[in-house]
């Protein structure tokens, strides 16, 4: 079975709809302020963001509101459930600077070179987004000067490494638990392993 269609799995919809309630609680917001981790992600006025696997929202309305109407987000994520609460939250707000899309990210369907920054923000290390299929199409996606900014959690001390080993980014910083990469144009030499 595809990736798209497990996102209109009724079980997985179903299974997923008690993180979803967490993921936009307000202890969730006490605890990891979205505003605090898009900054430690150097998000901009005027940019436009992919979110990979934007969930119920939770950093969604925050940095629509931080790029402003000059900018433009991208929400993606492949399931259903989720893609219908972020809808509804983005027409709440009366934000139209958001389209909300249902795609798997490992095969956007977005423009080349078309994205200033990509937010994987929780979403990786994920069975569905293996590095190897992801990394290269967040790479091609990105502007020349784009970045990419990764959240983990729970924490995986292999990912960071990862990234730099794909050839395909550089490590910028580390700020308020956001890992920053800058895209190498063109892409470095990997090392073959042995």
Not at 140 to 164: C, D, T
Request: charged residues 20%; aromatic residues 8%.
């Amino acid at each position: 079975m595809k990736t798209e269609d497990l996102g209109n799995s009724k079980i997985l919809n179903l299974i997923f709809k008690p993180a979803g309630l967490l993921m936009g609680s307000r202890l969730r917001k006490w605890l990891f302020n979205p505003v605090k981790t898009l900054q430690g992600a150097d998000v901009k006025s005027g940019e436009t963001i992919l979110e990979v696997g934007c969930g119920t929202g939770f950093f969604t309305i925050p940095a629509a509101q931080m790029i402003g109407d000059q900018g433009c987000l991208v929400a993606m994520d492949v399931l259903s459930g989720y893609i219908e609460q972020v809808s509804k939250k983005v027409r709440a707000a009366d934000l139209k600077n958001v389209r909300v899309v249902k795609r798997n990210a490992v095969d956007t369907g977005l423009e080349a070179a078309s994205i200033d920054k990509v937010l994987l923000f929780g979403v990786v290390p994920f069975p569905s987004l293996p590095l190897n299929r992801l990394l290269p199409e967040m790479h091609r996606i990105l502007k020349p000067e784009g970045s990419l900014a990764v959240w983990l959690f729970p924490v995986s001390g292999w990912i960071p490494k990862s990234i730099l080993r794909s050839g395909l980014f550089t490590y910028i910083n580390k700020q308020n638990g956001v890992y920053n990469y800058k895209k190498l144009s063109p892409p470095s030499p990997v090392p073959i392993s042995r």
